[in-house]
């Protein structure tokens, strides 16, 4: 071969690997750019970041189980962000209570609410409180719904599908409990076995009222029909009473065989303590065979409040809540807690409150006939204890003199020592509670730990009549 041609040849594969190299440059700076050009996100969310901490606060009002089973997420978030969380509520009635008086004087203290969906959808949704939490999804991620249950977004409120989101859908239990001395769980398959005439005389029932029993009338209604209702109140003809506690240790006694409405996730959780500790109680966890209600609750439900005084703090809580990170720390805190999120672990459920695969989980609150039914539900049975002569009993009021052991929010939470060492609290009303001290009107403002109290209430976590001082 010829010097020349040689030369050519050497010329040619150097022109072959400049070629090479300045195309694989370009296909770098050209991915390079359309990851720029994809990924605008990720300059909003820095922005929001710093937004965020410039607030330096977010507020929350969180319901019952809320407040038991969620603190460690926003103590994470603290940690996370620096930036300082805020918590209070109670049970959704009172929360609801605090935003409408707030609202009525122009005052706006409040981020996120997590509280019963019953109280979200009759109350907060249609006073227009909230703001539409789907347009805060800033997160690729939380806004895929290929990452979630069913490949799409769970939403409380299915017309406008933005205001109430559920996050986390446990399975749904019976919602029926039993003395298991006197029923066998193996003979209650079907919410019609309540009804065989061997417990006649046996059963009891919470009072079905709607700060105690809303969603229960509704779920009932929806999945087993309005005769049952009937049949429950006229026909079984349970003694009523609005009292967990004693609902509780009836069956504990044997006094009754089997309890339905007795309380929510907190009061049932009871059964399962007390279960442990001997007690012949049983908290039917199997699903019957009409099906199940996987009622989100506090714990898995979060809404957006308009005029939020943090905004930018709540968008940030919000996204990092929804994405894979906050919602393992949801997880990991709290073992009921079956995030929707499908591309995350779940061996940290419990397997009793994990979701199975196979069953269709009904969530009746984003079933669009439910809020028609949760109004209809509670006249049909107001209607149906009056028509047959029930109304719940009077609970004889409990007096206990003790001394007071805690005070929350300036003397409208006041806990003590009841009979038996069991520590009670009772919410003090303005207007409706009497204090006194040495006969004389009271302040509930002035109460103070330490101070020996008459207090006259029908029952743990009630309303206290007359707080009376020394």
Known sequence: MTTKLRGSLRIARLLSILTGVSALIFIFVAGESRAAVAAPWE?????????????????????????????HVYKAFEKKFGINVALGGGRGSLVT????????????????????????????????????????????????????????????????K???????????????????????????????????????????????????????????????????????????????????????????????????????????AQLDDLRKKGAPVLRMKKIMKEGTDSNPGSSGTITFIKNAPHPNAAKLFINWYLSKEGQLVMQKGYSKGDS?????????????????????????????????????????????????????????DRVVTTNITKIKRGGRRVSFKAKGGKTHTVRVSRRRTKVSRNGKKFSRGKLAVGMTCKFTYPGNMKRAKTIDCK
């Open 97 to 160: 209570a605090r935003l409408q008086s707030e609202r009525a004087n122009g005052i706006y203290t409040v981020d996120l609410v997590q509280i019963g969906v019953a109280s979200t959808i009759r109350v907060l949704l249609p006073s227009g409180y909230l703001a539409s939490i789907r347009s805060q999804f800033l997160l690729p991620e939380v806004k895929d719904p290929s990452k979630w249950l069913d490949g799409h977004h769970w939403w409380g409120d299915p017309k406008t």
């Open 340 to 396: 929707l999120r499908i591309d995350i672990p779940k061996d940290m459920i419990k397997d009793e409150f994990r979701r199975k695969k196979g069953v269709k989980y009904r969530v009746l609150t984003t079933e669009p006939e439910y809020k028609k039914i949760l109004t209809e539900g509670m006249a049909y049975v107001k209607k149906l204890k009056r028509s047959a002569g029930y109304a719940a009993p009077v609970v004889r």
């Open 43 to 71: 300059q909003e969310w820095k922005s929001l970041i710093k937004k965020a901490k410039e607030e330096g606060k977010l507020t929350v009002a969180l319901g019952g189980s809320a407040t038991r089973n969620l603190r």
């Open 162 to 268: 933005k205001f109430i989101l559920f996050y986390s859908l446990p399975q749904g239990d019976a919602n029926i409990a039993i003395n298991t001395n006197l029923v066998n769980p193996n003979d209650l398959n079907s919410y019609n076995d309540v009804f065989d005439p061997r417990y006649d005389g046996k059963r009891v029932s919470g009072s079905l009222e709607l700060s105690s029993g809303a969603h229960s009338i509704a779920r009932m209604y929806m999945m087993v029909g309005k005769d049952w209702l009937r049949r429950w109140i006229t026909e079984a003809k349970p003694v009523f009473s609005s009292d967990s506690d004693i609902i509780i240790n009836w069956l504990i006694e044997g006094k009754y065989a089997i309890a339905l409405f007795a309380g929510g996730s907190g009061e049932m």
